[in-house]
């Protein structure tokens, strides 16, 4: 249980177009779900989260119309890189938290998205 | 100073030696702690869940809390070479506007055959 799928799991695009990353829960409910953004051997860098059917909450310092964010049902969030450019290059993880019970508080990561922009 | 501190590394052991990793953190309102283990160019993997203080067992992996002393450990007993990867502690606090974890730096582990 508890599996979190994440696709594409590699993208090459050229600079200037945008980028739809699909993070999708595939055996539970995510009232929450969150979006990193990892340079290589650093750790996570948490970029927003989000809750099905409200706006997402960007960290300080992430540009929101740069990286548009949609949580439209309790299984899927996007992350969209609008006008992707070289530096935004990077490893993006997703991850889903369940809503109630114990187990509430334990955020299931996809397997990543490795964005190259030329 | 950081919220979550944890040694980068690298550590590396040989196969069978008993490993030990640990993060120490400043916030007192932490209440979940938790272990993830990545391998390289994937997404994080959970190992270890605990809430509060205490040890939790599973398998070859040990999980301790100590609150009193703001320290948490992750024992790997037997290590194998397929152990090889990076550990992120993780922690958060409860209730509230809590949801974020946060993270240590991550631990890069070698086990070698």
């Known amino acids: 249980g508890a599996v979190v799928s994440q696709h594409p799991s590699r993208v090459i695009c050229k600079s200037g177009t945008s980028v739809k990353i699909e993070c999708r829960s595939l055996?539970?409910?995510?009232?929450?779900m969150f979006w990193y953004r990892q340079f290589p051997k650093q750790s996570l860098m948490l970029m927003a989260t989000?809750?099905?059917?409200?706006?997402?909450?960007?960290e300080q310092g992430v540009e929101k119309d740069k990286f548009l964010i949609n949580h439209a049902s309790l299984t899927l969030s996007t992350l969209t890189v609008t006008s992707a450019h070289p530096e935004d290059s990077s490893f993006y993880i997703c991850?889903?938290?369940?809503?109630?019970?114990?187990?509430?508080?334990?955020?299931?990561f996809g397997a990543g998205t490795r964005l190259s922009v030329l | 100073q950081k919220e979550v501190e944890q040694d980068p590394g690298p550590l590396s052991v040989p196969e069978g030696a008993i490993v030990s990793l640990n993060c120490t953190y400043s916030?007192?309102?932490?209440?979940?702690f938790m272990w993830y283990r990545q391998y390289s160019r994937k997404g994080p993997e959970l190992l270890m869940y605990?809430?509060?203080?205490g040890n939790k067992e599973d398998g070859r992996f040990t999980a301790q809390v100590d609150k009193s002393s703001k320290y948490i450990s992750l024992f790997i007993r037997d290590s194998q070479p397929s152990d090889s990867a990076t550990y992120l502690c993780?922690?958060?606090?409860?209730?509230?506007?809590?949801?974020?974890?946060?993270f240590g730096a991550g631990t890069r582990l070698a086990v070698h055959p």
């Open positions: 991850s889903a938290q369940m809503g109630g019970g114990t187990t509430k508080n334990i955020q299931y």
């Open positions: 055996d539970f409910q995510a009232t929450t």
């Open positions: 989000s809750n099905e059917g409200s706006k997402a909450t960007y």
């Open positions: 916030n007192s309102a932490f209440q979940y």
């Open positions: 605990t809430y509060s203080s």
């Open positions: 993780a922690m958060r606090a409860l209730g509230g506007g809590y949801n974020k974890l946060i």
